[in-house]
């Protein structure tokens, strides 16, 4: 099914698919012109398991790939849904997180630029075990699975890449489960630290390049909010970082990192 939509005299045009529950266009989007570009000309290919791919495998990804605005808030995809396709994030942020039985949320991972996701159900088809949603208003690729399905079929290098995807989730996932017996000093910290891998800092004020709500940074520090929140004031006081609502500084960014990746 076809649908388009006009936004201020702008037409925009997707694919209704089942698996993409929340589907909005936020009139507040800071370049409602933006428009991915194909495969062959998008630089973040070069970053992702699609920088293996022939350059006939790569022209059939951009010929059925459907692109996606989604909407700050706005959810891509849910647990328990059956996957629809590889996702490709072009611009924006998002956080692929799960619901506890408790009703509290913890963040898994955050996405930036080039990162694929959703890849695990899809190659085990079986339903998502996790969701994701865009922290910012985000551009994101949806690439059919059949046809990438065929592709890694056929090429070793892909497959090979995919790998080194994999085993950075199982080391991250490795990380987040050390982490679970340290100090909530220490977590927020690292909680920090993943967001400056991910997003990185500006070099002049120490601001890191993403305002996250203090919910996200204690799922993904694994805390309270009351805790969290202690726990910031006190870096504060010991002039490791600054705040201001949820733009969060750090005063010198090589002592930081020191302090982060000393955390055992």
Partial sequence: MVVYFNINGHFIFTRIISTFEHYF???????????IP????????????????????????????????VAKGQ??????????????????????????????EQLIQLLAPGA??????????????NSATAIEDSLVCLISGEVFNNILSKSHKVKKQLIYTLSDDLESAHSRMELSNKPAKDRVIHGLYCILKTYGVHEETG???????????????????????????????EGILDFKGKRISVFNKDKFVKIATSIK
């Fill in 25 to 35: 266009f936020s009139k507040e989007m800071p370049n409602k012109k933006a428009i």
């Fill in 38 to 69: 194909s495969c062959a000309d998008c630089k973040l290919c070069s970053f992702t398991v699609l920088k293996s791919i022939s350059t006939e495998d790569l022209e059939e990804v951009s010929n059925t790939k459907i692109d996606l605005f």
């Fill in 75 to 104: 959810r891509i995809f849910s647990a328990g849904n059956n996957p629809g396709g590889l996702y490709a994030l072009y611009q924006g942020k998002v956080k692929i997180h799960n619901e506890q039985e408790n009703g509290s």
């Fill in 116 to 129: 694929v996701f959703g890849y695990k159900a899809l190659l085990c088809e079986e339903p998502y075990s």
């Fill in 207 to 237: 601001e890191l390049n993403a305002q996250l709500t203090r919910k996200d940074l204690a799922s993904l520090a694994g805390l309270t909010l009351e805790t969290t929140i202690r726990t910031l004031n006190a870096l504060k006081a």
